[in-house]
């Protein structure tokens, strides 16, 4: 590894064969090294981690831009819909409409992943020929979803799984940012149930396993806690929102609203109301998520709260409880746990 230390201040370490094998051992099989950037702990693949991190960092970000942030499987893509339909789309009439939503709103995450042997079992081919068409003159090593981001002309609506902290110390000064949240009960089954469908690295982690490698911080983009205290803290920030799932799900309306004043968006109730029904789950699901070459993802299983039950036993639900409660008493943070 060529680079130690980040622009952000964090020391990429990378996992010793023990830690390694602890994470294979659970039957959570991520087929490449991985490092963890100290002193928070976040766990990324090795080199991704030393080749992008300062990429983000320095990247130029746009007064105008809106940036939907979360930890994987929080209703980051709903969020990204949401806003794009918001901003460009309120009348149904864009010419763009009918595109996946990674198209739309790129995701400068995926970056990290691109060069890693999950690649092939996500299919991600189909977005190197994209940015071939869009960047030709550019390298793909640099960053596919970056430099596609880069070269986006409008307001952009980009999403991100990474951390506050990796990002520079003005970055809430130079763009909006909309953190999403949810009950980690449900995140977990979303999460497990993903890597389930999209089979990475022949997936047979027991739920069990899965669950306990969750609250052990052994997952990408993890520590979940730390990732979300991050955006917790600055959730007083005029440039962040900081929204729980279960609070969108139970009253859109009242957020769709909270929203529009928070992106300047200046929609009419009827454009909310008509946005509200183009991007509840019934609808998304029904449209799918169609890819370049035939291939195929869709982001939205189910959208339910409280999915959990059907999955915990009541020794492991007593466990993530105990869990939650140990993080979320000192902060005030207060889920509702469905």
């Known amino acids: 590894m060529s680079k130690t230390k980040l622009l952000s201040g964090h020391k990429v370490v990378p996992l010793t064969q023990e830690e390694q094998k602890e994470i294979t051992d659970s039957g959570v099989v991520f087929p490449c090294a991985m490092v963890r950037l100290q002193p928070d702990g976040w766990l990324l693949p090795d080199p991704m981690a030393a080749k992008y991190c300062d990429t983000v960092y320095n990247f130029k970000f746009r007064p105008d831009d809106l940036i939907v942030m979360s930890y994987p499987k929080s209703g980051t893509t709903w969020m990204q819909e949401i806003l794009w339909t918001m901003v460009h789309n309120p009348d149904l009439d864009h010419p763009e409409t009918s595109k996946p939503i990674l198209d739309r709103s790129p995701d400068i995450s995926f970056d990290f992943i691109f060069d890693t042997p999950v690649a092939q079992f996500l299919k ?41 902290s990796l990002m520079s110390p003005d970055f809430l000064d130079k763009a909006k940012v909309v953190y999403m949240v949810r009950n980690p009960k449900d995140v977990i089954v979303s999460y497990f149930n993903m890597l389930k469908k999209i089979n990475v690295g022949e997936f047979s982690s027991a739920f069990e396993s899965f669950t306990r490698s969750f609250m052990q911080d052994n ?52 454009q909310l109301d008509t946005v509200a029904r183009h991007t509840s789950f019934s609808s998304m699901k029904g449209r799918g998520e169609p890819m370049k070459d035939g291939l195929f993802t869709n982001f939205f299983r189910k959208g339910t709260s409280g999915g959990w039950k059907s999955y915990f036993t009541p020794e492991l639900e007593q466990e993530m409880d105990d869990w939650i409660e140990k993080h979320t008493t000192k902060n005030g943070m207060n889920f509702k746990m469905y």
Not at 250 to 260: E, G, I, V, Y
């Open 124 to 164: 991600f081919e189909a977005f190197r020929k994209w940015f071939a068409e869009v960047c030709p003159d550019r390298r793909t090593e640099d960053g596919i979803m970056l430099q596609i981001t880069e070269l986006m002309s409008g307001r952009r609506i980009i999403k991100s799984h990474l951390p506050l």
């Open 219 to 270: 997952l990408i983009f993890g520590p979940y806690w730390r990732h979300v205290q991050e955006a917790w803290e600055q959730r007083e920030h005029p440039n962040l929102r900081f929204v729980f799932y279960e609070d969108l799900k139970a009253d859109t309306m009242t957020h769709l609203q909270r929203l529009n004043d928070f992106t300047g968006a200046n929609l009419t109730q009827s």
